[in-house]
């Protein structure tokens, strides 16, 4: 009798054999039921070996009392007790699986199909199978049937007895024979239809593979000829009612529960296909109308029931055309696109628990390996195997992937497929997610062997292993090209430089002779530098892959390379700063301005290495103006110091055009999600800032080299359009008014005379050539435009406007903003145009009627001919002018009530409009979005082209760049230009509602 307080030696003992209930465990041995074999100390033993003692003592309890009779528990305790091999698998399945337990509770006898330990029974096949199957006369015992061999699989693989791989491929069997024994049900109960057609039935993807889940769809392709004389089109349908049936005696529900759904939507065309075709329409779909997915699945196509020879013509028939798929456009780009459409369709809180679909699971082991397999399969048969671990091993001889990436890869395959299994042991059920239980956790940790501390082993090993497929899978299809060109050592396996060639054209490279030349500049050789290229290499080559045009990214690292290659911190920041190599790749690979001023000033890669992003946030205004004021004072005259504002921009250019690139790679897919917004005004902020200390800088030399530090005249410069509006983009032109004010004591001429100069020498030294991007300052704004002087004192601004100013002119002034010279100057004028831009009580209907006249004309007038206007964006339909031009009707109408209004910037000045009722959200929606999308693009054609531009570019390579950077992957640049129509026309609408009052 137990001291009440105090733990009996069993309770003691079930804790350390792993009971988790042991008190529940304690009630259970002393149940009738096991009382012969309570006190035996191997059934401890045997139960602490299993994944969960609890469940397996709970589950024995079940079978014992679930016999038939007294007879039949002797039995089986007896022989429970006396025979290890039948105590092992009984009690790891049902410590393993709740789902075979209630079989075997179902079944009683079933228990029996587990005391065979013969050789013979390790690893039975098909034909195996297929016997223990032969008694099934109809679904309900082909599912018990079923059920009984899945039984002695589960307890080969529980007791290791079979490894993963054996597993996987005796369930692949088991799926084959019970195939087979579902069509000749099928076939028995209509013998008219069997006697009239042929019918193969071709097993895909893991069945096809001999790598079967516990619990999978099986996939399936259907061939069907005619037999007998009978007519194609009858035959056919009598195949269809074949194929029908033999899906259902697998799929539908019984009382036997089910065994698995048949799944054949891989056919061509999917579930709007047919069902069954003839071998000559399958050849006349893949000829013509498959998509690269479709020849990557057929991979592992295998005839497993059914006619076998028909079966074997349509693999043979499809092989030459699955062996070619690597030539087809866009190859390597339309896989690794499905592949981030899996990952995108999983749900956000699933992501990081998938151990199928999400990042360095199942699905990345078996899609690099497949995308290998089709690159070399072509020239190499030993690659065409449809088994991954077959597969890998024979990449792996052949040199297409190194010999140690092989075996981790292998390790953490059979790692996270053994995990995927015992999840699917547990009830019978497809799944694929890690559990977050901590009594499933255990379970799967024990079944593993994990016993120290199941839970912990098992995060850090499921950690440790995606983290190596995430790593291996970004590298493995790229190494081999470094093997191709480096110097390896004599007899190690290497590419050859045709197999080279190709996997470089299916990457997307144009020229591969100059792709391997830049890798052998990089990589080839034994120094220091030449082992870390070979080390960053593969996963650049992945990145510069996954761009619009990986030739010029590979170029320009090379020059890059070779530039700061002596340079100690240059390939160490590459390797050690996780973030620098990739944001490298993504930059050089976007376009050509951020590479060509990266080239002008290479130790801006510094930029890209901080591991916070601080190195990528643009400066602000003060901190630049600061930096480019003091650079201006150590030179030694105008052009020295123009010169050095010009360093300055062009690093910070560098920056901006770099923090946009990154930002867009990790953007919401969505084209004009909140992202999009951000970086719109990432730019615009930071290259009008950077404008602005560039043109104080250049003010600030001109007056020091003319008049030492004191000017005759108080200067200001004010921004306007854009450039007021803190919008510029990489090519836009500075807009801006030129004001003066005498100093005291000084004549009117005198100051006049100082204003022009420092106005004329600030546009000459700003036009001196330059290979940087261009800074054009515009004063066609100013008072009677182009006609009128250049500078003007306030006063004269004040009697102008006073007089002569036109409601355009009160528009422009929306924008107006100091910018550069003198503070108190500024603000002045600004207090001078404000009853102007903001005028109470509003504009009149003259005013409007004059603004929709000027719109109209604009668009008449200026947009280039031949022009698409769907496709323009400054001047296009729904396009920037659209957009602005509503926003600043409504700015004049109603900032004077309206303080929210009274801004330079459109989008804020768009939502004030919106927050004060002026403009429905739904359709300020509409124009924030038309006009963020439309800068993007303007923003865009200059980064990929390294020249401005209005509208999309023509060149092929130009336009999946644009697209790349609006967040659109290969092959939908279609959709990017329709999405853009359908943008724009939604905002035209609300423009003609608001602005015409259509």
């Known amino acids: 009798m137990t001291v009440p307080g105090r733990r009996s030696s069993t309770f003691t003992r079930l804790l350390r054999h792993g009971f988790t209930a042991p008190s529940a465990a304690e009630r259970l041995l002393d149940s009738a039921e096991l009382a012969s074999i309570r006190t035996d100390p191997v059934l401890l033993d045997a139960l602490g070996a299993t994944a969960d003692p609890d469940l397996a003592l709970h589950g024995l309890v079940r079978l014992v009392e679930a016999q038939p009779g007294a007879t039949a528990r002797h039995e089986l305790l007896d022989t429970l007790i006396s025979a290890k091999p039948l105590r092992d698998r009984l009690l790891g399945i049902l410590g393993a699986s709740a789902a075979l337990t209630d079989h075997l509770t179902r079944h009683p006898g079933d228990w029996h199909a587990l005391v065979t330990y013969e050789q013979r029974d390790l690893h039975p096949g098909v034909t195996e199978f297929e016997r223990q199957l032969a008694q099934a006369h109809d679904p309900v015992s082909l599912r018990v049937a079923y059920r009984r061999c899945l039984l002695s699989i589960a307890a080969r693989d529980v007791c290791g007895t079979i490894d993963v791989a054996e597993t996987a491929a005796e369930l692949a069997d088991l799926a084959t024979a019970t195939l087979r024994a579902a069509l000749a049900l099928a076939s028995a109960a209509a013998p008219d239809d069997d006697a009239c057609c042929k019918l193969a039935v071709i097993a895909m993807g893991k069945c096809g593979g001999h790598e079967l889940n516990y619990v999978s769809d099986v996939d399936v392709i259907f061939v069907g000829e005619a037999a007998g004389g009978t007519e194609e089109i009858k035959a056919l349908q009598a195949a269809t009612r074949l194929a029908s049936h033999m899906m259902r005696i697998c799929s539908d529900v019984t009382v036997e529960g089910t065994i698995w759904p048949v799944d054949a939507n891989l056919r061509p065309e999917g579930r709007n296909g047919p069902l069954v075709r003839t071998l000559s329409s399958h050849l006349a779909y893949y000829q013509r109308w498959a998509k690269t997915w479709e020849f990557q699945a057929l991979l592992k196509a295998r005839p497993v029931a059914g006619d076998r020879d028909l079966g074997e013509s349509y693999v043979a028939t499809l092989a030459p055309l699955v062996w070619h798929a690597a030539e087809r456009d866009n190859f390597v780009p339309d896989v690794q696109e499905m592949r981030r459409r899996v990952i995108a369709n999983i749900p956000a809180g699933e992501v990081e628990r998938e151990l199928k679909l999400g990042p360095g699971g199942l699905r990345d082991v078996e899609f690099a390996v497949q995308l290998l397999q089709l690159v070399h399969g072509r020239a190499d048969t030993s690659l065409r195997s449809g088994t991954t671990l077959d597969a890998l091993k024979a990449l792996a001889a052949g040199g297409y992937i190194g010999r140690v990436d092989a075996v981790q890869l292998d390790d953490a395959y059979r790692f996270l497929r053994s995990l995927e299994h015992r999840l699917q042991l547990y009830r019978l059920r497809r799944t694929h997610l890690l559990p977050k239980d901590e009594g499933d956790l255990r379970r799967l940790g024990r079944s593993l062997g994990l016993r120290t501390d199941p839970i912990g082993e098992l995060t850090l090993e499921w950690r440790r292993h995606t983290g190596v497929v995430r790593r291996l899978h970004e590298k493995l299809f790229y190494r081999p090209l470094l093997d191709a060109v480096a110097q390896l050592a004599p007899g190690e396996a290497r590419l050859s430089p045709e197999a080279a060639r190709e996997r470089l054209i299916a990457l997307g490279y144009e020229d591969p002779a100059a792709a391997l030349r830049h890798l052998e500049a990089l990589a080839s050789g034994v120094t220091r530098r030449a082992a ?467």
């Open 532 to 998: 870390i290229q070979r080390t960053l290499l593969p996963v650049l080559l992945g990145w510069f892959a996954d761009s619009a045009d990986p030739d010029a990214g590979l170029l320009t690292f090379r020059r890059v390379s070779e530039a700061l290659g002596k340079t100690p911190w240059y390939l160490r920041l590459l390797r050690d700063e996780g973030a620098a190599a990739e944001n490298l790749a993504r930059v050089l690979s976007a376009g050509r301005l951020a590479p060509d001023l990266l080239m002008r000033a290479p130790e801006a890669v510094a930029l890209l290495g901080d591991g916070d992003g601080a190195g990528l946030e643009p400066r602000g205004r003060a901190q630049l103006e600061q930096e480019v004021l003091a650079a201006v004072g150590r030179a030694e005259n105008a052009e020295q110091a123009v010169a050095a504002a010009r360093g300055v921009r062009r690093r910070e250019l560098f920056r901006t055009a770099a923090a946009d690139i990154v930002g867009s790679y990790d953007s919401a897919d969505t084209p004009t999600g909140p992202d999009q917004g951000a970086l719109v005004d990432l730019v615009g902020d930071a290259v009008s800032d950077l404008t602005a200390a560039t043109l104080a800088g250049t003010l600030r030399a001109v007056v020091r080299a003319g008049w030492g530090d004191t000017l005759p005249t108080r200067f200001a410069v004010i921004g306007m359009g854009r450039f007021g509006g803190h919008e510029l983009g990489y090519g836009s032109d500075a807009d801006v008014l030129f004001v003066h004010q005498p100093q005291d004591g000084v004549d009117e001429r005198e100051a006049a005379d100082a204003a022009n100069k420092v106005v004329a020498e600030m546009r000459r030294l700003l036009q001196l050539p330059s290979t940087d991007p261009p800074l054009l300052i515009d004063a066609d704004l100013r008072p009677e435009g182009k006609s009128g002087p250049l500078v003007r004192t306030l006063t004269s601004y004040a009697a102008y406007y006073r007089r002569w100013s036109l409601v355009w002119e009160a528009q422009a002034l929306l924008r107006a903003e100091p910018v550069a010279g003198d503070e108190e100057l500024g603000r002045r004028f600004i207090d001078l145009i404000d009853p102007l831009r903001y005028p109470a009580e509003g504009i009149g209907d003259d005013a409007v009627l004059e603004i929709r006249r000027l719109k109209a004309r604009m668009e008449s007038e200026r947009l280039p001919r031949g022009a698409d206007k769907t496709l323009h964006a400054k001047l296009g339909r729904g396009g920037l002018s659209d957009v602005e031009w509503t926003v600043q009707l409504l700015q004049l109408r109603h900032a004077w009530a309206e303080p929210g209004l009274r801004t330079t910037r459109t989008r804020p000045a768009l939502a004030a409009a919106c927050a004060a009722g002026l403009i429905p959200a739904e359709e300020a929606a509409i124009l924030d979005e038309a006009w963020i999308l439309a800068t993007r693009v303007r923003n865009a054609v200059m980064l990929v082209r390294g020249r401005a531009g209005d509208t999309f570019p023509s060149q092929t390579r130009e336009l999946a760049a644009v697209g790349r950077y609006l967040g659109y992957g290969p092959g939908h640049v279609g959709d990017m230009l329709e999405d853009y129509r359908r943008t724009t026309r939604r905002a035209r609408t609300v423009v003609e509602e608001l602005f015409y009052e259509a």
